[in-house]
C-alpha cells in the first residue's frame, strides 16, 4: 500500500511537469467568439478541424504520461526489485486493456525516435501483451548490443515471471472476449 500511494504522488507530480494544455487554443478560440457574441454558430468545418488539433494534442500530452510513468515504474523496479519487481509485468498500465495499447504506441514511437537501453527494457513486457515478437526482439537485441546489466535481467526473469504472468492473463483474457461474444 505504501509503494501504490508512494507511486500516485510521483505520478502526480511528474505528470504536472508535462506542459498543460489547459487552454486548447483552437477549441477555446471558437468558444470565446460564441462567448463575446462575435458569432451565435460556430462553421462545421473549422470547428472540426479545431477539435481534430485539439484531441491530437490531448493524446499526445496523454500518451507521453503513460510512458514516463510506466519508465519510472520500471526505474522502481531495477533499483527496488522486492519492491517493485513485478511492475514491469503488473503495472495497471499493461493491465489494462486500453492503456496498454497506447503504452505501447508511445514507448514503440520513443525508442524508433532515439533508442535507448530503458525504453528497450520497458518495452519488453508491452511487446509480449501485444504478442509482438518483432518488437520483442528489436528490445531484446538493443539490450544485448548496448546493456549487458539490462539484458542479464531481462533473460532472468523474462521466462521465470514475465512470460508465463502475461500469458496467463492474455488467455484470460481471449476467454472472456470469447464469452462476451456469444
Known sequence: MKEKKLLL??????LMLIPCTARADQVDDLIADL??????????????????ADQKKAY??????LAALYVFEIK???LEPEKGGGWPYRSFLVLDIGMRGNL???LTERFE???????????ICPALYARDDGLLGRAESYLKENDPYLYKIVQAKIDHSWRPYITSGLKAEDARKAWTQK
Open 9 to 14: 504522488s510521483l505520478a502526480a507530480g511528474g
Open 35 to 52: 462567448r463575446s457574441g462575435a458569432v451565435t454558430t460556430v462553421d462545421a468545418v473549422k470547428r472540426d478541424e479545431a477539435l481534430k
Open 60 to 65: 499526445e500530452i496523454y500518451s507521453n504520461g
Open 76 to 78: 522502481v523496479s531495477i
Open 104 to 106: 505501447t504506441r508511445a
Open 113 to 123: 525516435e532515439k533508442p535507448d537501453s530503458m525504453l528497450a527494457f520497458a518495452l
